[in-house]
Nanobody, 115 residues
Framework: QVQLVESGGGLVQPGGSLRLSCTASGVLFSLGACNWYRQAPGNQRELVAGLDSRGSTNYADSVKGRFTISRDRDKNTVYLQMNSLKPEDTAVYYC?????????WGQGTQVTVSS
């Protein structure tokens, strides 16, 4: 059974940092693409950052220079380091794992940026 579990969300002040984690069971993150999405109330889910099996990364323009996606193969965990957070980063953040034959989602973790 495949399970992706996100953690690390919470309340942070503008300008602060958080690191989200997504740990997988039942799949190996190194064999596919790992992505972080977010969805704010009333908005569509949007891609924030992606990491493919070769290690190439891509970021939404709104987070470039502030967010970093990375992967720990030994822990089978993907991270999203978020710095210089802004109120508009407030959303539920989801990790996602994609191969040619499957798409898996985590349950999401809430990030709230507010003073």
């Amino acid at each position: 059974q495949v399970q992706l579990v996100e953690s690390g969300g919470g309340l942070v002040q503008p300008g602060g940092s958080l690191r989200l984690s997504c740990t997988a069971s039942g799949v190996l993150f190194s064999l596919g693409a790992c992505n972080w999405y977010r969805q704010a109330p009333g908005n569509q889910r949007e891609l924030v950052a992606g990491l493919d099996s070769r290690g190439s990364t891509n970021y939404a323009d709104s987070v470039k220079g502030r967010f970093t996606i990375s992967r720990d193969r030994d822990k089978n965990t993907v991270y999203l380091q978020m710095n210089s957070l802004k109120p508009e980063d407030t959303a539920v953040y989801y990790c996602n794992y994609v191969t040619w034959d499957r798409i898996e989602w985590g349950q999401g973790t809430q990030v709230t940026v507010s003073s």
